[in-house]
């Protein structure tokens, strides 16, 4: 082992503090990634459920005016 004593790797040669802080930055790091992943994973998992209730809800308007027309009949431009 490069450390005699537990102590000793606490202190890393003296370089405790660089050492120590840069492991918890790293680790800070990680963790932000990891919930904004998941975040962004509920956001959109939300966006399309959304999208597929809102094209379902078109699908059946549209169904039901299938049986009405709008066209008043005759081409405007017939004279």
């Known amino acids: 082992m490069a ?3 537990f102590n000793e790797f606490i ?3 003296g370089h405790a503090p660089y050492v ?3 492991w918890g930055v790293t680790g800070a790091l990680l963790v932000a990634i990891i919930l904004h992943a998941c975040a962004e994973r509920r956001q959109l998992l939300r966006s399309l459920q959304r999208r597929v209730r809102r094209e379902e809800r078109l699908g ?4 039901d005016m299938a049986g009405v027309s709008h066209h008043t009949g005759g081409n405007r431009h017939d004279s």
Do not use: D
């Open 3 to 5: 450390f005699e004593s």
């Open 11 to 13: 202190a890393m040669g």
């Open 20 to 22: 120590w802080a840069a």
């Open 60 to 63: 059946a308007n549209q169904s």
